[in-house]
Each structure stands twice: as structure tokens, then as C-alpha cells.
Nanobody, 115 residues
Framework: QVQLVESGGGLVQAGGSLRLSCAASGSISRINTMGWHRQTPGKQRELVATLTSVGATNYADSVLGRFTISRDNAKNTVYLQMNSLKPEDTAVYYC?????????WGQGTQVTVSS
């Protein structure tokens, strides 16, 4: 099993920046995908960005050019740098981990962007 601990959410004005972190611990597989989804009340959880252990990235169109995902494999940590934030980016952001032996979610961290 893998434990995921997120940090970095908060309140920011439109146009501002935040960086989210997600640290994985436990039975980490060398081959895995980590990333972020987000969810607002009444809506389905949606993909934000993913990054595989070999460096392949995938972004939602809505964040392309504004958000950057990165990872430190030595620390088993994935980061989401969010720039030019918009009120519509307000959501609970969930870290996820997918590997052959286990898949799961973090507890979520709230990001609120005020207009």
C-alpha cells in the first residue's frame, strides 16, 4: 500500500500562483504514474495533470500553459505549479498514484481562487 500526503493548497487572488506537493510513501513501485485531479461540489472529479515515472506528461486543456507538473523520484514526490490562477480553478485537488501493485488517492487539498 502507498500513503499520499498533499500540501500547498490555500486561498489566492486571481492571477496568482500556488504550488501543490504530494509525497508518496510505502510500497512504491519504480514504474508508476502520479498526478492531480480536481473536484467541485456536484461535479465529477476531472483530470488536471499526470506524470509518469519516465517523464511522460498529460494536461487538461483548461490548464495547459498555466500549470506545470513535475516530480522528484528520489523523494517520491510530485508537484503541481499553478500560475495565472482563475476563479474557475477553485476546487479540491486530489493527488493520485497508479502502479501495477496499487492505485489510490490522497485526502485532497482545497484551492480557492478569489476574483
Amino acid at each position: 500500500q502507498v500513503q499520499l500526503v498533499e500540501s500547498g493548497g490555500g486561498l489566492v487572488q486571481a492571477g496568482g500562483s500556488l504550488r501543490l506537493s504530494c509525497a508518496a510513501s510505502g510500497s512504491i513501485s519504480r514504474i508508476n504514474t502520479m498526478g492531480w485531479h480536481r473536484q467541485t461540489p456536484g461535479k465529477q472529479r476531472e483530470l488536471v495533470a499526470t506524470l509518469t515515472s519516465v517523464g511522460a506528461t498529460n494536461y487538461a486543456d483548461s490548464v495547459l500553459g498555466r500549470f506545470t507538473i513535475s516530480r522528484d523520484n528520489a523523494k517520491n514526490t510530485v508537484y503541481l505549479q499553478m500560475n495565472s490562477l482563475k476563479p474557475e480553478d477553485t476546487a479540491v485537488y486530489y493527488c493520485h498514484y497508479i502502479a501495477p501493485n496499487w492505485a489510490g488517492w490522497g485526502q485532497g487539498t482545497q484551492v480557492t481562487v478569489s476574483s
